[in-house]
């Protein structure tokens, strides 16, 4: 089943195109060669549900030329998830680590101190686990930030590239990881070449959280002198506080205009943009387009951790989603952290993110669902610079086909029941957990969940 290789979808919903149609999508060696309009419910031969195809596994349903016809009855295609920002080495770290205050700070902190306990084959199982979670929802893509934990050791730091190398390396098969190391703030006195070493070895990319730093424009620069000299992207945590003062966003989009490297880094959260007053707010805005950024919003995890200093009313922290959109700057929704001390939720599941982005920035309206949907798929692939990303000819075929017929639907229903295409093969046949049709998959799955729990933990025993 998972190894056929040619085949056509027939009675295809395709809302990232047009509503108003359904379609016939052909699928050869992995690629998309056709995607025609076809008439409503269009009669074809041979034809079998997905459901049927996964019962008898046979090509019994071709037509005259072999072509396996699947009908798939109206339900929605879209391009697979990207989640363009999330914290993989640190998830399912709340059995070990706590945050009684529920703070940022406490979880940086605590992190911090927990982090050199961490084998590399456990940081290496909450990749794979997290990363596998995530593909069973729909996510073929994934950027993901490291911790780097200079203070401690050069080989503590080291270690988790090392795990979330040979992490990747395994699941290329099958989803697809951007690295990108998280330069500790005020590392200037520290072992910078360690920084250094970790783009020899492989990473994708430079991280970071200048806004912490004693000297965020110190730090800001050297991260672009050393991604202009390893010729990487650049993706930092930008400004995430409630503090309306706090505006690195400002020297990162001045330095990303003047070093010519518009389009080629990013700004998370951007929290302190909620704070401020809609004058200053949009002057920033306007800077942040003018200067060619990209932007990714947290919402689930900024909706938990911020106004913590708060007395009524609190600040949530959530930054203007749909004014830095209407602004024309690509900003996608990611999943952030999963069951650690940043975040004790969230299962890597984007519809689930959308769903959240929509409440938190009020976007309900017909036209913000399918705005919210491409928040999940075209717009992430920008930021992660993937160019043959669309459903279009040419073009590598993941996607995700979940069982809803309309936006709303989807939105509303949060169906559970999805089918998974990436890397030239089905992955997951719509079961209401991860079950996988590649024995390679099921495998790794259960290697690294015996790292991983939901136990209780030792600290919340007493």
């Not at 999508?25 to 995607?35: A, E, P």
């Not at 992955?427 to 590649?438: D, I, T």
């Amino acid at each position: 089943m998972a190894s056929m290789k040619n085949w056509d979808m027939v009675n295809v919903r395709l809302p990232m195109e047009d509503e108003g149609h359904l379609y016939r999508l052909s699928i050869r060696d992995g690629r998309f060669t056709q995607i025609l309009k076809q008439e409503a419910d269009a009669d074809q031969p041979a034809k079998v549900s997905l459901e049927q195809w996964k019962a008898t596994e046979t090509t019994d349903h071709s037509d005259e030329s072999g072509i396996v016809i699947m009908d798939l009855e109206g339900k929605i295609v879209l391009p697979g998830f990207v989640d363009a920002h999330m914290h993989l080495d640190k998830s399912f770290s709340l059995t070990t680590v706590e945050n009684q205050s529920g703070t940022l700070e406490e979880a940086v902190r605590n992190y911090s101190i927990a982090s050199p306990s961490f084998s590399k084959e456990v940081i290496k199982s909450r990749i794979m686990r997290s990363s596998l979670q995530a593909l069973s929802f729909g996510t073929t893509h994934i950027r993901t930030h490291l911790d780097f934990n200079l203070r401690v050791s050069r080989e503590v730091a080291l270690r988790t590239i090392e795990a979330a190398l040979e992490a990747k390396e395994a699941l290329a098969p099958y989803v697809t990881l951007q690295l990108f190391p998280m330069c500790p703030y005020n590392f200037m006195a520290l072992d910078v070449d360690a920084l250094e070493e970790a783009l020899r070895m492989g990473v994708d990319g430079i991280g970071g959280a200048p806004h912490l730093s004693l000297s965020p424009k110190e730090d800001i620069d050297y991260m672009f002198k050393l991604a202009q000299k390893y010729d990487v992207p650049i993706d930092l945590h930008c400004d995430e506080t409630d503090n309306p003062a706090m505006r690195t966003i400002e020297h990162i989009s001045g330095k990303t205009k003047s070093e010519g490297y518009s389009g080629r880094v990013t700004v998370d959260h951007l929290c302190a943009l909620a704070s401020m007053t809609d004058e200053d707010a949009h002057g920033i805005i306007e800077r942040m387009a003018d200067a060619g950024l990209k932007a990714v919003s947290l919402p689930a995890v900024n909706l938990y951790l911020q106004g913590r200093h708060d007395t009524f009313p609190v600040r949530r922290g959530v930054t203007r989603l749909k004014e830095i959109w209407e602004a024309g700057i690509p900003i996608a929704v990611a999943s952030d952290n999963i069951h650690d001390p940043f975040h004790p939720f969230g299962r890597g599941d984007l519809m689930q993110i959308a769903l959240i982005s929509s409440y938190a920035a009020h976007m309900g309206r017909p036209a913000d669902l399918r705005t919210l949907l491409r928040m999940i798929t075209d717009v992430p692939a920008e930021v992660l610079g993937l160019r043959t990303y669309k459903i279009e000819p040419g073009n590598e075929a993941n996607f995700v086909v979940v069982d809803a017929n309309t936006p709303e639907e989807l939105f509303t229903m949060q169906p559970e029941r999805r089918w998974v295409y990436s890397q030239g093969s089905w992955v997951r046949m719509a079961a209401s957990k991860a079950e996988w049709n590649h024995p390679t998959l099921a495998h790794f799955w259960k290697e690294a969940s015996e790292n991983v729990s939901f136990r209780t933990p030792e600290f919340a025993k007493g």
